[in-house]
């Protein structure tokens, strides 16, 4: 059931981006079969409260955790101007907001959800464990925290992953090279009150590891599922 409930998701997803050009189709396409982190936000309850999404890319991870709900109120930043023309286009259905803006000055209203998926690697250290401050300050009762990062203990699958994020930053003239802090670091950033955290390790479909991080604020309940 499980299985089927992910497949039309990702069906769905696709459909909203039926208009968009070939590349990024193909691309959307690829995310949704290859990359695992849908598997885990399929496996999370549903969104209760507005959903945040930084760097949001072509908007994907949300319009997967919104699953055609027309009425979850998404909110996104992304510095690619191109994804985010994409991502008001596939989503202009929903109650959408998607800038072009920086994570760092991105506004966190009170939100159910917040994601941030491949992100934190951009950012100076400090900036990172701000930013996940401001996040959990953010959660409404119930509301969780979702970050993905690399798993810099997985040998071979952690130098894939570490190699391809050079080569990107390589070309997109980030001046710099991607900044991750470890597991442990991670987590004490979340060791908040009334904030629990679980974290899971896994390879993705392609050769890279991966963890990612779930905190949830206590009280109230999100009915992702």
Known sequence: ASARRRRARARQVRELYAGAPWFDRGFVRSKLRLDRVFDFLDAEDRVSGAVIDLGCGHGIASAFVA?????????????????????????SRCDANFQVEDVRRFPLPPA?????????????????????????????PGGK????????????????????DRIIFALGGAGRRPLML??????????????????????????????????TRAGGGSSLA
Do not use: W
């Not at 950033?189 to 009334?194: F, H, I, Q, S, Y």
């Not at 479909?205 to 963890?211: E, K, S, T, V, Y």
């Open 67 to 91: 699953s055609g709900d027309a009425q979850v109120r998404l909110n996104g930043c992304d510095l690619d101007s191109h994804r985010i023309t994409l991502a008001r286009q596939a989503l």
């Open 112 to 140: 159910g959800l917040i994601l941030i998926l491949d992100v934190l690697q951009y950012l100076d250290a400090n900036q990172q464990l701000d930013l996940l401050a401001r996040c959990t300050q953010a959660l409404e």
């Open 145 to 164: 925290l979702i970050f993905r990062v690399h798993d810099q203990e997985k040998g071979l699958f952690s130098r894939c992953s570490m190699g391809l």
């Open 182 to 215: 470890s597991g442990e670091e991670y987590g004490r950033a979340l060791e908040r009150p009334g904030i629990q955290v679980r974290q899971i390790r896994f390879r993705n479909r392609l050769p890279l590891a991966h963890r990612l991080f779930i905190a």
